[in-house]
């Protein structure tokens, strides 16, 4: 059977047509090839080896004898044009070796002209060729083992068997840490590559030994001196002779893979740590081989293990809450379905029958069309949270219902200016409700205008100032006085997230400033004038008793009588002056009594008249059933006369005076009239004038002691004064409201009195002077007032003894058991006053009557140490019959003072 024939493309270079022809004859003659052939003369000159069609030459025939070519000019000219394209060379017979020599040249074979036939070259290009071909391959095969060689990661080498390197990839050279594979070469691989020599030495024989690939992993050092840990993949090569000659083999750094092996070992060890120590239980859940992971803290928080699919999810639906068990499903359905966050809470009841509070969370992970295949989360028991939050809900309630008890307004404002909280002061106050007010900007509730003021204050407190400032503020028609704080809010970093606008009512707090100070001048202005006054009793009582001595001889001596009782009414005079100063300095005694204030004023009526005169009318109103209250009436006459006297001055052309009296009931404390006035029932004494008034100004000044607005000589500025001391003193209050031109208005306020009260008329009995012979123990220290008190008693018959303090009176006493009564001064120096002296003299004699002289009159002096009736003090300056009267009264009622025993 034929087969096709082989087409070989030939070229023929040769100069001698007559070889040619007989090349060209020879290899038609071929049977098993067909060539293609392409004649050339000419050497010189030609540049194109390709055949027909742009196809290559699968050889090249070449006659070395070329015109202007000497032995192998021609070949040593053809070999780089030819490039793999094999060259057969024909040479004539001499010189024999030419041929050899181009064989050594480059020529893939050589001929000798007239000595081949057809059968000899065709066999001789078949052989070309056919080296030619192998060749070609050998060579790609070289050029791909040296891009593996040069490119693969891994360390490529061959050493000598005494540790020098042969070869060395760029991989190689690289792991190592040199320049280049030259530097390489030069080094001593036992000491300078491999850091344990013993190691090295042990992969030499464990090398030998094998005969094989051995694998090991070593320790190597890098130029730069750091270790790195290699697998070696090496054998020993043999020569031909069987004897071993080198090593060769591959490393692979395993630095990189074993940090991240032990880091990744590391980190499960962490995970096992933290899942072992965590008190969160964890799961997670392959969907597609439905197995379930629970750590064994889920399966302690849990009380089951939900590993086993049935079993797990029975349990679940057993234990868990019956309201909460419906919306954890719920949950986990819309996780899965709409990849919803997986975060609920639940109850689960545990073995105790209590329910244990949970959180579970969790994330899924989803495939390319988004379907969840893998769940894990961690499931917490909050049992103590919840605990807490409910702590803390308590505690926001309690605080709250604190916050709302205090009676100051309270907000608080985020740093963005919105109001989070207010208390109930707060929206009562500014009567406003919580939804108008929560969640607001302070902007968008405030008018522009008022923004404007407050801004610059916000801006500070948000700085972490303190603001504090006062505003005005106007509700209901009326005008009120606040003080308004802002207070920084800062987190535990010190960052200001907020401030508490702390805002109080300082009207009423400024009213009772007002009137603290308005008290503080009376009690200066009391302390100064309450000692001049008692200084002054001192010197009247010397003059009075002195007059009164007087006056008794005078009697057949009209002229001279008239004079020494001139002098005792001027006396008198002053001696009202200091009763008033007295009541100013409340260092007078009160004498409360229950008073039906009606009847005294009504008792007034023909003394009001006379002393107002016929110009102005006197009208009176009071209430059917006018409550009783205990009040002096000695000292409401006198505020009655003072108002009335105050009124007529007030009203010159004449006009109207009203006084009325009323039952008066206060709700609650904080009345806009008598603010410091506590709720009760009250009597209401009110005194109005139809006369010029007073400026506001002068009306709020009008209770000052000695503010007056008449001319020098007409008022001394105490009446008003005497007044307001006398009503709080009565523990009462008092107010004052004028307007110019249309009149004054004066409201006296007492407490109302549960007892019935007698009418309000006095009996007034004249008795005779009474007089004495018993021994009376006067102690004075001021020695003009003590000749003075004894000359009175001697007057009135009584035997008298006297000391000037109290050591000289125990004296006296211990003396002079003959001593009827204890006549003493209450203040005197040297330490022992009045009632410390009544308290020694009871020990000596417990059943001695006292009776006590004072120019202050004060009751809290007078009462210190001792219980005393009225009749057990007399006041300086004090008469002649007042004396007599009060010390029969003390001798013959046994009124005696019942010291206190001390300590």
């Keep these: 059977m034929a087969t096709d024939k082989i087409l ?65 000019e021609g070949l040593e000219k053809l070999l780089p044009l030819a490039g793999d394209v094999p060259i057969i060379v024909l040479s004539g017979k001499e010189p024999r070796d030419l041929g050899l020599d181009a064989f050594r040249c480059g020529a893939q074979d050589y001929l000798i002209k007239g000595e081949f036939d057809c059968e000899l070259l065709v066999r001789t290009i078949r052989n070309a060729t056919e080296r030619a071909r192998i060749k070609i391959e050998l060579k790609s095969s070289e050029q791909k083992y040296r ?20 070869s060395a990839n760029p991989s190689m050279v690289k792991l190592l840490g040199y320049a280049s594979e030259e530097e390489l070469l030069e080094i001593d691989i036992p000491s300078q590559i491999h850091a344990c020599p013993e190691q090295r030495q042990r992969w030499v024989e464990q090398v030998h030994a094998s005969g094989e690939m051995v694998n090991a992993e070593l320790r190597l050092k890098r130029k730069d001196g750091r270790e790195i840990t290699v697998l070696e993949n090496s054998c020993l090569v043999y020569d031909s002779d069987g004897k071993p000659s080198h090593y060769q083999g591959t490393l692979i750094d395993l630095t990189e893979r074993l940090r991240a092996e032990a880091a990744l070992r590391k980190s499960e060890e962490r995970f096992e740590l933290a899942v072992k120590g965590s008190l969160d239980g964890l799961y997670d859940w392959d969907m597609l081989s439905d197995q379930f992971y629970a750590s064994p803290r889920l399966v302690e928080i849990l009380g089951f293990d939900p590993q086993f699919k049935n079993e797990g999810h029975y349990q679940f639906q057993r234990l868990t809450h019956p309201d909460d068990y419906a919306r954890v499903k719920q949950a986990l359905i819309d996780h899965l379905r709409e990849d919803q966050p997986f975060n609920v809470e639940f109850r689960l009841r545990r073995e105790n029958d209590e329910y244990l509070w949970l959180q579970a969370k969790g994330q899924s992970v989803r495939d390319d069309d988004g379907r969840a295949t893998r769940m894990a989360g961690s499931v917490a028991d909050i049992g103590e949270r919840k605990k807490a939050e409910e702590a803390l809900r308590s505690s926001q309630s309690f605080y709250q219902l604190i916050l709302n008890s205090v009676p100051i307004s309270i907000a608080y404002v985020e740093k963005d200016e919105t109001i989070t909280f207010a208390n109930q002061n707060y929206l009562d106050w500014f009567r406003v409700r919580k939804p108008e007010l929560i969640g607001k900007k302070i902007r968008h509730i405030t008018s522009q205008e008022s923004y404007e003021i407050i801004r610059p204050r916000i801006e500070k407190v948000l700085a972490g ?19 308004v704080t802002y207070v920084p809010h800062r987190d535990d970093s010190g960052e200001v997230i907020g401030f508490f606008s702390v805002v109080q009512d300082m009207t009423q707090h400024r009213r009772l400033e007002a009137e603290l100070r308005q008290a503080q001048k009376m009690e200066a202005v009391g302390q100064l004038t309450g000692g001049v ?16 001595l007087l006056s008794r001889p005078l009697k057949e001596q009209k002229k001279l009588q008239n004079l020494a009782d001139s002098a005792l009414k001027a006396a008198l005079r002053g001696a009202e002056l200091t009763k008033r100063l007295l009541a100013l300095s409340r260092r007078q005694v009160m004498e409360p009594r229950l008073l039906d204030v009606s009847g005294l004023v009504m008792g007034m009526n023909e003394l009001l008249k006379r002393t107002l005169g016929s110009s102005i009318d006197i009208s009176t109103r009071f209430d059917k059933n006018l409550h009783s209250a205990t009040i002096d009436p000695g000292q409401l006459e006198s505020a009655l006369l003072n108002l009335a006297i105050n009124a007529r001055d007030a009203m010159p052309e004449g006009g109207q005076l009203q006084i009325e009296a009323g039952n008066l009931r206060i709700p609650t404390a904080g009345s806009a009239e008598f603010p410091q006035a506590t709720p009760g029932e009250y009597v209401l004494l009110s005194v109005s004038d139809t006369g010029c008034g007073m400026p506001s100004d002068v009306a709020d000044r009008a209770f000052e002691p000695f503010f007056t607005t008449k001319d020098v000589g007409k008022g001394s500025g105490l009446g008003l004064s005497m007044v307001h001391g006398f009503v709080e003193k009565s523990g009462g209050f008092s107010s004052i409201r004028s307007n110019v031109g249309v009149g004054t208005r004066v409201r006296l306020l007492f407490p109302m009195s549960n007892d019935s009260a007698a009418g309000g008329g006095q009996q007034v009995v004249e008795l005779e002077m009474p007089a004495g012979n018993e021994c009376i123990l006067v102690v004075e220290d001021d020695d003009e ?4 008190a004894i000359a009175l008693l001697q007057e009135l018959g009584y035997r008298t003894l006297e000391a000037g303090d109290g050591p000289s009176a125990l004296r006296v006493l211990k003396a002079h058991p003959e001593v009827d009564l204890l006549f003493s001064d209450v203040m005197m120096p040297g330490g022992m006053r009045g009632p410390v002296l009544a308290h020694e003299a009871t020990k000596i004699r417990p059943d001695m009557p006292v009776l006590f002289a004072t120019g202050f009159a004060e009751s809290t002096i007078m009462h210190q140490g001792m219980e005393a009736g009225p009749d057990s003090v007399i006041c300086k300056p004090y008469g002649h019959d007042e004396l007599a009267r009060k010390i029969r009264r003390v001798l013959e009622h046994k009124e005696a003072i019942a010291p206190k025993k001390a300590g």
Excluded: W
Excluded at 148 to 160: I, M, P, R
Excluded at 785 to 788: E, Y
């Design 147 to 166: 891009a593996l060689f040069e490119n693969v990661v891994a360390g490529v080498f061959s050493t000598t068997l005494d540790g020098q390197f042969i």
């Design 785 to 788: 007032v003590r000749k003075t």
């Design 465 to 483: 100032e303190l603001v504090s400032y006062s505003a005005g503020a106007e509700r209901e028609m009326q005008d009120f006085e606040l003080e």
């Design 8 to 72: 070989l493309r030939a070229l023929l270079i040769d100069s001698d047509a007559g070889d040619r022809k007989y090349v060209r004859e020879q290899l038609n003659k071929a049977n098993s090839v067909s060539f293609e052939l392409t004649e050339v003369a000419l050497l010189e000159g030609s540049t194109e080896f390709t055949g027909k069609n742009n196809t290559a030459y699968d050889l090249i025939l070449l006659n070395l004898a070329q015109p202007g070519c000497t032995r192998l």
């Design 533 to 548: 006054a008692h200084d002054f009793n001192n010197l009247l009582s010397i003059i009075v008793g002195n007059l009164q």
